[in-house]
């Protein structure tokens, strides 16, 4: 049963400290995605990879936070210097062009005091 | 950007009832799919629908992109239809999946 799989699953930080969060895509699927999820803003797309390179990242604070796909098996997302307005709950999502069709992860629940 | 307005915004359902979800958005779109976060958090896709119908169990899906709308239909709910069910749009400009706010189901035993 293929999944995408999303390290760490729960963080609490201090604000100011660097976030890494880690996401595994389905083997195979060459699209990632990243969503942040808050009750205020609802599920917002941060940044969008096909073949590990970067196509879109307009959703993304980008003095912040970075993206990259070091492999086609590691997504990371970073922030740094946290800030408590990031506490969300972030999702990675993978899929494939000849579908189109997107499949979630677990998240990580950020909470950043 | 593309707007995405889902309706209603909260729906209670007594065990066996049919309903239907609605989206509407604002632009041409290439791109339309329904997800259901469940009461733990998870997302899960539903259908990628850009136009026409599709089926799968009591579930369907109904995608009419000249109207520029969409529809979710439940047949027979039961309690594990519980949750949050999005409608995302990509508009033929851009590549990123904009969201809808969400219909909130609670289906009562």
Known sequence: ?113 | GIQVEQSPPDLILQEGANSTLRCNFSDSVNNLQWFHQNPWGQLINLFYIPSGTKQNGRLSATTVATERYSLLYISSSQTTDSGVYFCAVRNNAGNMLTFGGGTRLMVKP
Not at chain 1, 37 to 64: C, V
Not at chain 1, 66 to 78: N, V
């Open chain 1, 1 to 113: 049963d293929a999944r995408v799989t999303q390290t760490p699953r729960h963080k609490v930080t201090e604000m100011g400290q660097e976030v890494t969060m880690r996401c595994q895509p389905i083997l195979g699927h060459n699209t990632v995605f990243w969503y942040r999820q808050t009750m205020m803003q609802g599920l917002e797309l941060l940044a969008y990879f096909r073949n590990r390179a970067p196509l879109d990242d307009s959703g993304m604070p980008k003095d912040r936070f970075s993206a990259e796909m070091p492999d086609a098996t590691l997504a990371t997302l970073k922030i740094q210097p946290s800030e408590p307005r990031d506490s969300a709950v972030y999702f990675c999502a993978s899929g494939t062009p000849v579908t189109d069709t997107q499949y979630f992860g677990p998240g990580t629940r950020l909470t950043v005091l």
